[in-house]
Each structure stands twice: as C-alpha cells, then as structure tokens.
C-alpha cells in the first residue's frame, strides 16, 4: 500500500519544503493549516485501507501540539464519515506511576481529546500503562513491542517534540535502539509539565515510553512543532548533527520523515531567518528590513556606519544588487524606526481605546507604561479582562482570604451559619484536595475574584477607573485545568457585543507566536473572529503586544513608545497589585524572575537594542506590530 506522505497539501498551496534541513520540513503559515495538511494524508491512508479491508496502524502523541489534528479528525468523522472501525492505535508514553481515571493521566486525554469521539474499538487501543506494580513493567515493555509487530507495525507515527528535542520520553541520552522502557524524566521536561500538574512536586519522576528504534520502526513518521518556543530545537533537530542528546535528531535518518511547522515554530531555521544564505531571495521591504538590522547586530555597527564593504563580507551582495547603495538602504530603515518612536500612541486626537488582557495582570506587565501613557493624554481607555486566571492562584492565598472575610463577617456580627458552613467547606476541600487535583468550582470563584479584585486595584493605580473594567470570563477558560475548550461562538459574540457597545478606535490583543492552544493565542482568535462578525460596523486600528516572556524581534516591531524612569515606577507599583502573582507565580514558565522584573528588564532589553541601532537612547520602550491579517 502506498503511504507516501511526502505530498504537497490539498488545503494549501502556500506551504513549501524549507532549504537546508537534513530532515525534509514542511513550513505552513500557520497552525491550522499544519494541523489539516497531517489529518488529510492520515485520512487518506485510512480511507484507503478501509477501501482494501486493512487495518491502519497510527502511533499517537499527546500533549497541545496534535490537539488539532485530532479535532480535524474527529469533524472528519462527523462530517464528512470517516471511519475508525479498522484502525489501530499506539501511545507513545505514559507517566509512571499514574492511575488511568486520573486528570493527568495520558490515557483518560486521549479518551476525552480524540477517542470519545470516533469510533475505534477499545481493543484496538494500546497506551502504556502507569499503574501496573514496578516488578511488571519490564514485561509490560516487552510485550508493548510485540503488540506493535502483531499490529504489522504502524503506517504512521505521529509525534511532537519536546524543549529537550524529546520524541516520546526519549530523554537527552537515549540511544538510537532503545525500544519501550520505563525512564527517568529530565528536570526540563518536568517543569515543563509543572503547569498541567499544578506544580512541579507533583510531576512524576518516571515515565514508561517507547524507544526511539520503536519510533523509527514506523512505516513514516510526521513530527510536529507549532509555535515560536519550539523554534530552537526545532533548529538542532534537522540542522545539527545526529546526537543522543537530541532523540528527535535521529530522525534524519529515517526515509520519510517529514517536519511539520508553522512558521513561528520554523522561525530560527536557516531558510526563514537568514534565507539570502541558502538561495536567491525576492528582497521585500520586510525580508532587506531583517537582513540590515541582523548584521548590524553581528558586527556591532550602528545603523548608519555601515557601509558597503560590510554588506558584501556579509553575502549581502545580492541585497546591494536589488535595492542600490548601502548608506540609502540603511537610512530608509533608520527613518523607518525613528518614525516608529511613539509619544501619543493612540494619536493626539481623544479616542476609545480596549486594551484586551488574556490574564488579569497581562495588560500591565506588558504594556502598562502605554496603558498609563494614554490615560495621562485624555484618552477614553477600557480593559477587557477575558479570563478569570482563576487556576493561577496558590490555594495558601485562597485559604488566607477565606480567612479574612471569616474573621470580617464574626468581627462585624455578620457571621450565619450559612456563611459558617461555607468557609469550613472550603477550608475542607483545601484540607483533603490531593496533589495536583483541581479546585472545586467554590473554590476557583474564589480564585477567581482574588484575581479580579487584584486587576481592579492595579487597573486604578494605572489611571483607568472601576467603571471602564470589563471582566468577560470567557466561556472557553472555564475547564478549571490547564486545558481549555477550543473557541466557541459564545466566545466570540462576547467580544462581538464589547466591540459594537465601545466602538473604540484602537485595540490593543496579545499577540504570543507561542503554544497555538494556549490562552493567549486563543484569545487573540476569538478576537480577531469578534473583529469579523462586526465587520463594517467597527473597523479599530488593531495593535498587537507580547506577553511576559519575551519582546518583539525588532524588524518585527512597527512602534515602540518611550518609559521613562518615572513612567516604569509607576508600571511596577501596578503590576505590585497583582499580589497572588507577585513573589512566586503559580505558572512562571521556565522564567523564574518575577514579573515585575522581566517587565522592567525587557523594556530596557529593547532601549539597548535601539540604542546599539544608533537609535535615540530611551530607559525603556514597549514595542507593537500593526496586525496584518494573521498572527
């Protein structure tokens, strides 16, 4: 049977096979068109093998990554008929120990994720298991590999790939031959998952995986990577060379292996950062834009020294050819960020202006000085809060207010045995809730409002009142895990109705290239689809700004506005109100500082860059890019 999957997408034409990679990698422009290109060549297969009465045999990952190949698959069940009856699947990992019926247990996701949904016998599917006894496991291991060759082995396999370059648990220093085993997680790999777990002392140490030759043992394998944080490994897995430290490396040499990437994910790849160096370019304003400041950062020149010699040296001659002399170049992009340097960012004229915040504290941690900046020039600025960030709060917070509004309500003569009965519940379920379980729905209201009483006082001590605060609660945050619902209609009527009440002139939506399942991506769509229901009807300039992890590169940053060393004091006593967040967040990321010092050490990151530009030298700046159709 042929199961090439070396074929250009039905879905779209714009995707194409980057240059210099020593596994074959399919770059599309964004996420869904990844996600639809794979479910198309695994539908395909199905279909037909159905049509010839065989099975197909598909590897499975989990994690965010192929959550939307598995919503594709399932409409394609629904919609269009599908049928799963024949297929057979195998997980790649579970974690070790883990009880199957729990909520981080792989094989309870990928019931509610994929499998509740379509229609494979439960004989048909294998998941390592996490809660057979410690003496089991190594047969367990040995007979998951003989269900794979009684199978006929898998067609496909499909798999993500971890900040480690992991494929499975195949962890740095797993060989090419190991097959399925119980291992030892990497301290990387569990905080990555710390947030899932709510807390890293509550990941397991072990994981039962199988082996990178297991996974080369498929008939072809897609390996995924969706979003700017991949972008790094991405690069050591099918640039470097073959190496245990990266399993994910030893994917070149594997016949049909192809790398499925959205630009974000493909963004530190020779052929879309530096493309002039692999082939000819056609030279956009965008394309020259990156090349000039790029070797003004690598030669640690000032925009308007360099000079021809430096292009040349720099296999920039072919930049020279098309757009003329090097001083001219360099002054066009020179004129280009000074016109960019914002003082009235939302223009001298008052206006109403939204700045939507995914997370209660996103507005002032990453744009609080613009925040503030129009306040103090008269404009008429709102915040939408979208979700609660109710799961970030530490339940000792949660159980400190308890307390508080407890002793209020006895020091006032407030108290009823009501109220009695409801504190001593909710100091029961903090009492007996067991690592890593959810909140009961009382006690995430509770979280919930500690949130929301925090983004009021910061929002008031950045100049905007009470009654220009609107908390959405968007419906599809309301899961109580990490995991959330995709955008649904309710979603996007909710900010239809903002939209159409405020009419604002400007927006201003977090923009993160990151995990395209995570909340502030999710809240960019449901946005941007608010934006068309209204269509006509409210046409805002549209603004996009980065969460707390990182900046704008700069040939990506339309418009910078200055903070001065008064104007940063007073973003931090801001985010300062953001107390549950404050000292140690619930979900740092692999970022340990505080928020409040990643704000401040990235804005000044961004002044150094301008400056080191030949750029006016500011304390700080906050840069935007200008939405342009897409994130």
Same mark, same amino acid.
């Given at each position: 049977?042929?199961?090439n ?34 479910s198309l ?11 010839a ?10 994690g ?6 598995y ?12 049928d799963?009856?024949r ?7 579970e ?8 909520i ?9 994720t ?32 003989r269900? #794979?060759?009684? %199978? &006929?082995? /898998?067609? !496909?396999?499909l =798999? *993500? ?5 992991h ?11 190991s ?8 301290p ?20 039962i995986t199988m082996?990178?030759?297991? #996974?080369?043992? %498929? &008939?072809? /394998?897609? !390996?995924?990577? =969706? *979003? ?9 897995a ?9 399993s994910?490396?030893?994917?070149q ?10 630009v ?13 160096i ?14 000039v400041? *790029?070797?003004s ?26 757009n003329?002399?090097?001083?001219a170049i360099?002054?066009?992009i020179f ?16 206006q ?23 306040v103090?020039?008269g404009?008429d600025?709102?915040i ?11 339940d000792?917070?949660?159980l ?15 108290a ?11 100091r029961?379920s903090l ?10 729905e009382e006690l ?8 929301k ?16 605060l609107?908390?959405?609660d ?5 899961t ?5 619902r995709?955008?649904g209609?309710d ?25 395209p ?24 300039e549209?603004w ?18 200055p903070?001065s ?8 006593l801001?985010i ?10 619930r979900f740092?990321g692999?970022d ?19 400056n080191?530009l ?18």
């Amino acid at each position: 049977m042929d199961t090439n999957v070396v074929k250009r997408p039905r879905s779209n034409q714009s995707a194409q096979y980057l240059r210099q990679t020593k596994i074959p990698t399919l770059m599309f422009e964004t996420s869904a068109e990844a996600d639809k290109h794979v479910s198309l060549v695994i539908e395909s297969l199905i279909r037909e093998n159905n049509s010839a009465g065989t099975p197909t045999v598909l590897g499975l990952p989990t994690g965010s990554t192929p959550i939307g190949v598995y919503r594709e698959l399932i409409r394609l069940h629904n919609e269009e008929d599908l049928d799963f009856s024949r297929v057979v699947t195998f997980n790649l990992d579970e974690y070790y120990p883990m009880d199957s019926t729990s909520i981080h247990s792989y094989r309870r996701w990928m019931n509610e994720t994929f499998f509740d949904h379509v229609n494979i016998p439960e004989e048909n599917i294998h998941i390592p298991k996490g809660d057979i006894p410690r003496e089991e496991v190594e047969a367990f291991c040995d007979d998951y590999e003989r269900q #794979i060759e009684r %199978a &006929g082995g /898998i067609d !496909i396999q499909l =798999l *993500g790939i971890g900040r480690t370059g992991h494929i499975g648990f195949n962890e740095p220093g797993s060989s090419r031959e190991s097959l399925t085993r119980k291992v030892t997680l990497d301290p990387v790999t569990r905080g990555d998952a710390a947030d899932s777990f709510f807390g890293l002392e509550n990941v397991p140490m072990e994981a039962i995986t199988m082996g990178v030759g297991s #996974i080369l043992s %498929a &008939g072809k /394998i897609f !390996i995924m990577a =969706l *979003g700017e944080h991949k972008a790094p490994v991405v690069k050591r897995a099918v640039e470097g060379e073959i190496t245990e430290e990266v399993s994910a490396s030893f994917l070149q040499k594997h016949p049909q292996a192809v790398f499925v990437v959205d630009v974000a994910a493909a963004s530190k790849l020779t052929a879309v950062e530096t493309p002039w160096i692999v082939g000819p370019v056609a030279w956009t304003p965008e394309l020259t834009k990156r090349a000039v400041i *790029g070797l003004s950062e690598k030669i640690g020149k000032p925009l308007l020294k360099l000079n021809r010699d430096d292009f040349m040296g720099n296999h920039l001659h072919d930049l020279l050819r098309h757009n003329g002399e090097a001083e001219a170049i360099c002054m066009k992009i020179f004129d280009e960020f000074m016109q960019g340097i914002c003082t009235h960012p939302a223009n001298k004229e008052k206006q109403t202006v939204i700045v939507f915040s995914p997370h209660p504290d996103d507005d002032v941690i990453s744009m609080g000085g613009t925040l503030i900046t129009m306040v103090d020039q008269g404009h008429d600025v709102y915040i939408a809060y979208m979700t609660s960030g109710n799961i970030a709060v530490f339940d000792h917070d949660a159980l400190r207010h308890i307390d508080y509004v407890d002793e209020y309500e006895e020091t006032f003569g407030l108290a009823t045995e009501e109220t009695r009965a409801f504190h001593k519940r909710c100091r029961d379920s903090l009492a007996t809730k067991q690592s890593g379980d959810p909140d009961t729905e009382e006690l995430l209201n509770i979280k919930g409002l500690i949130r929301k009483t925090e983004a009021t006082t910061a929002a008031v001590e950045a100049g905007v009142p009470r009654e220009k605060l609107r908390f959405l609660d968007l419906p599809f945050y309301q899961t109580g895990k990490v995991t959330k619902r995709p955008i649904g209609e309710d979603d996007v009527h909710i900010v239809a109705d903002l939209l159409s009440d405020l009419n604002p002139g400007q927006i201003y939506v977090a923009g993160d290239l990151s995990d395209p399942h995570g909340t502030h991506r999710m809240c960019a769509k449901a946005i941007l689809a608010a934006l068309e229901e209204v269509d006509e009807a409210v046409k805002p300039e549209v603004w996009l700004y980065r969460g707390a992890w990182q900046e704008y590169d700069p040939h990506e940053i339309d418009r910078v506005v200055p903070l001065s060393f008064e104007l940063m004091h007073r973003k931090k006593l801001a985010i300062f109100r953001h107390e549950s967040q404050k000292d140690a967040a619930r979900f740092p990321g692999s970022d340990k500082r505080e928020f409040w010092l990643r704000a401040e050490e990235r804005t000044k990151k961004t002044a150094d860059v301008y400056n080191n530009l030949g750029l006016p030298e500011f304390y700080g700046l906050e840069g935007f890019a200008r939405w342009r159709g897409q994130l």
